[in-house]
């Protein structure tokens, strides 16, 4: 065993892990972070998907060692100050960019990541950009309007306002 430290959403922690310890593991069993998913073990879905050190990372890729020293952002990161929901977070919930809401920690934090390299991507970006995010229940299409919404361009809010 070793001590690993790290900045998680703002706050230094530490904490005991064997050599084998997966980040999301440490996320999730060491710090009770529990909206950080484990999906398939296999980095395909991306419901595991945190920020480290401001990029996106598949936490079940990861060794916890790998992040000492490092900034991680969960998904329970990304809400405001006030504990509200945050800019990207509110999309989805307005535009129903969720149903079971399994994969909604990582697609957030891939939007996220998405929209700090490109603040206003088209639709085929969105898309692309999400490949490596799983979802078995949306078809998507309300995923990639909360990711236009969040960004200030999502037509059919602009038609209603």
């Given at each position: 065993?070793?001590?690993?430290?790290?900045?998680?959403?703002?706050t230094a922690v530490s904490g005991p892990v064997e050599g084998r310890?997966?980040?999301?593991?440490?996320?999730?069993?060491?710090?009770?972070?529990?909206?950080?998913?484990?999906?398939?073990?296999?980095?395909?879905?991306?419901?595991?998907?945190?920020?480290?050190?401001?990029?996106?990372?598949k936490s079940c890729t990861m060794l916890a060692q790998e992040a000492?020293?490092?900034?991680?952002?969960?998904?329970?990161?990304?809400?405001?100050?006030?504990?509200?929901?945050?800019?990207?977070?509110?999309?989805?919930?307005?535009?129903?960019?969720?149903?079971?809401?399994?994969?909604?920690?990582?697609?957030?934090?891939?939007?996220?990541?998405?929209?700090?390299?490109?603040?206003?991507?088209?639709?085929?970006?969105?898309?692309?950009?999400?490949?490596?995010?799983?979802?078995?229940?949306?078809?998507?299409?309300?995923?990639?309007?909360?990711?236009?919404?969040?960004?200030?361009?999502?037509?059919?809010?602009?038609?209603?306002?």
């Amino acid at each position: 065993m070793t001590t690993v430290k790290m900045t998680v959403n703002g706050t230094a922690v530490s904490g005991p892990v064997e050599g084998r310890t997966l980040l999301v593991e440490f996320l999730r069993e060491g710090l009770g972070l529990t909206g950080t998913h484990v999906g398939c073990d296999t980095s395909q879905c991306g419901a595991c998907l945190v920020h480290v050190d401001g990029k996106p990372v598949k936490s079940c890729t990861m060794l916890a060692q790998e992040a000492a020293g490092a900034t991680v952002t969960t998904i329970e990161g990304m809400a405001n100050p006030d504990g509200t929901l945050g800019r990207v977070q509110q999309a989805f919930q307005d535009l129903h960019g969720l149903q079971c809401g399994f994969c909604t920690p990582g697609m957030v934090m891939s939007a996220a990541a998405l929209l700090a390299e490109n603040p206003k991507p088209d639709e085929h970006q969105i898309r692309e950009y999400l490949e490596g995010n799983l979802c078995r229940c949306t078809g998507y299409q309300n995923i990639v309007r909360a990711v236009l919404a969040a960004s200030g361009q999502d037509p059919v809010l602009a038609a209603a306002q």
